[in-house]
């Protein structure tokens, strides 16, 4: 079993200021097998990028994924009030075929 | 665009079987895979299994043979069935689209609202 690590656990930032969240896979995976989703309070996930670095219909810009291997991260290049939430890595491949990291909160400093 | 529905009994007995339907629209469900993903009160979020358009499926061994994943294609949903629930299963439930994209990239996109279920005598 591949196991997802995602740190920090808490990002605590301004809006304006950039956020880099990382997910840290146990294994080397595909970078095709990578995405990252967004989820706020009482709302579903959505998706954001996927392929570790393709971002989804409708994302905006200031959202890039990049990584390789077993290193991964989500960059958040201006911190918009909206983008305040929970993220979370999901990796496709491994035992469950299907896995989620355990989240990364950001949140208002 | 899809869009899905979650529908189903909010409440559920220990032991008794969960079962949940998926109403997709803005697109038919034989051209696409499903999922059902979930994610329990304060909790991360497990995925609990796949149906692809060529019948097969797979779900999350931590559930054994509980689970059954089926499509009605008639009715364009997706439906979900959990046997002998325990208060662990108590969670948020979610459908969403499994996508294969171009080189093999692999996503869950768009997802339903969900729908609460309390395992609870």
């Known amino acids: 079993e591949i196991v997802l690590t995602q740190s920090p656990g808490t990002l605590s930032l301004s809006p304006g200021e950039r956020a880099t969240l990382s997910c840290t896979t146990s294994?080397?995976?595909?970078?095709?097998?990578l995405a990252w989703y967004q989820q706020k309070p009482g709302q579903a996930p959505r998706l954001l990028i996927y392929g570790a670095s393709s971002r989804a219909t409708g994302i905006p810009d200031r959202f890039s994924g990049s990584g390789s291997g077993t290193d991964f991260t989500l960059t958040i290049s201006g911190l918009e009030p909206e983008d305040f939430a929970v993220y979370y890595c999901?990796?496709?491949?491994?035992?469950?075929?299907?896995?989620f990291g355990p989240g990364t909160k950001v949140d208002i400093k | 665009q899809v869009q899905l529905q979650e529908s189903g009994p909010g409440l559920v007995k220990p032991s008794e079987t969960l079962s949940l339907t998926c109403s997709v629209s803005g697109g038919s469900i034989s051209d696409y895979s499903w999922s059902w993903i979930r994610q329990s009160p304060g909790k991360g979020l497990e995925w609990i299994g796949n149906?692809?358009?060529?019948?097969?499926?797979n779900h999350n061994p931590s559930l054994k043979s509980r689970v059954t994943i089926s499509t009605d294609t008639p009715k364009n949903e997706v439906s979900l069935t959990l046997s002998a629930v325990t208060a662990a299963d108590t969670a948020i439930y979610y459908c969403?689209?499994?996508?294969?994209?171009?080189?093999?990239?692999?996503?869950?996109?768009?997802w339903g609202q969900g729908t609460l279920v309390s395992v609870s005598s």
């Open positions: 294994q080397s995976v595909s970078s095709s097998y």
């Open positions: 969403a689209r499994f996508v294969i994209g171009v080189r093999k990239k692999i996503w869950f996109d768009p």
């Open positions: 149906i692809h358009n060529n019948g097969g499926s």
């Open positions: 999901q990796l496709y491949g491994s035992s469950p075929l299907v896995t």
